[in-house]
């Protein structure tokens, strides 16, 4: 059995969030850990000649001197680390970046061991928060414009009457061949391609340099590519295109009277239609007002906080942003695998967003455990009710899922962080303001 290590350690505060332990091992200490070890080893090896457990040290020292001083090293390590993190009263984040040379014969061992820890915060400047909350109205327009989109859903196709040429919004069957520098580029060409004029699917120019032509014309268009086009041969370089326009469909939109209605088993008249378009438009604009104050009161919560975040928080963080994405564009039918390599490249653009959810977390928490604000079992139990009926399942079924996922504690968290914004939000000074002129 051995014998506690006993030690010399020196603590250095790196960063708020970093702390570097320097660690001196007497030699007899850890020579016994080497001995320790190498008699563990002996009893193991398997070694011409020698009868398991009978192997001379100097033998065992030529064969498994690397594993024997790494499990020496390791408990050595893991011993007085740990009791230094606890003396020192901090909550490791992450694995500690362990610095080390290796045991020489006759000298004391020396490491370090440099952790990132969860930083200590004083929350401060909490009360009497100085908000903007947009009013909650819905305009004429608004519902106009809704209904006009509507109208865009169940509108129809039909053959051009009139003579005259593409205009935006018509839909354009065409053949098209791009050249570059005179030579075809297989890539470039295709018949009876239907195009939506307007939709911003070719490349800048392509689509407004084919308004006005009529069908059974021909023309020649030149279009430069962008200079981060996907593909090298001809990103930055001008094509001239064949094109023939085939045919023209225009856009036929349904008049907005009874007829129209009948589109939907729910209503009975175009009034009911618009009251529902109104009652939508207002749980859309008070989720968006919502969501524009928490962000304020985050912003706020930052700048009279100024608060380091660990790195390891922050990957973490990153993952899970990384995680979601894949997710929905799994979701939205793109392969898995696709899926997973786009997400894997959206590292560094999740890094600053990732920065931000963890100061405003760590704050929050801090918030939270100065004001005593606690989640109670009933919180709980309305967070899944409120799920339950989110996703058409029954409560049940929806702590189930959670109990088995082992994801109780976070949604713990997140009520916490929501009954805490509540409370923020409740002492803040607010004042309404007129909402953005722009379309709902």
Known sequence: MVNEVSHCVNVEEISPVKKRFSFDIPWPDVKEELDSAYRAVGKKARIKGFRP?????????????????????????????WDAVEQAKVIPVAQPVIDQKGIERERNFEFTATVEIKPSIEPKDYINLEIDKEELEISEDDIQNRLEGLRQVYSTLEDLKEDRGIREGDHAMIDFEGRLDGSPLKELKADQYPLEIGSKRFIPGFEDQIVGMKA??????????????HSKDIAGKEVVFSVT???????????????????????ESLDEIRADIRKGLETEVEARIKASIIKNIADKLMENNPVDVPDAFVERQIYSLMLDAQRRMAMNGMDSKKAAEIAARMHD?????????????????????????????ADLDEKMKTLAARFNQNVEDVKKIYDKEDMIEALRTEIREEKTLDFVEGKAKIKIVKKKEENI
């Open 349 to 377: 653009k999740f890094k600053d967003e990732a920065v931000r959810m963890v100061k405003t977390s760590l704050l929050l928490e801090s918030i939270a455990d100065k004001e005593s604000i606690q989640v109670e079992e």
């Open 245 to 267: 326009v085939k045919g023209i469909k225009e856009k036929i939109l349904p008049a907005l009277d009874e007829t129209f209605v009948k589109n939907f088993e729910k209503y």
């Open 216 to 229: 059974g014309e021909w023309r020649n268009i030149k279009v430069t590519f962008p200079d981060d086009y």
């Open 53 to 81: 457990g009978k192997t001379p040290r100097k033998v065992l020292e030529t064969y498994y001197k690397d594993e024997a001083e790494g499990d020496a090293i390791s408990r050595i390590v893991n011993r007085v680390y």
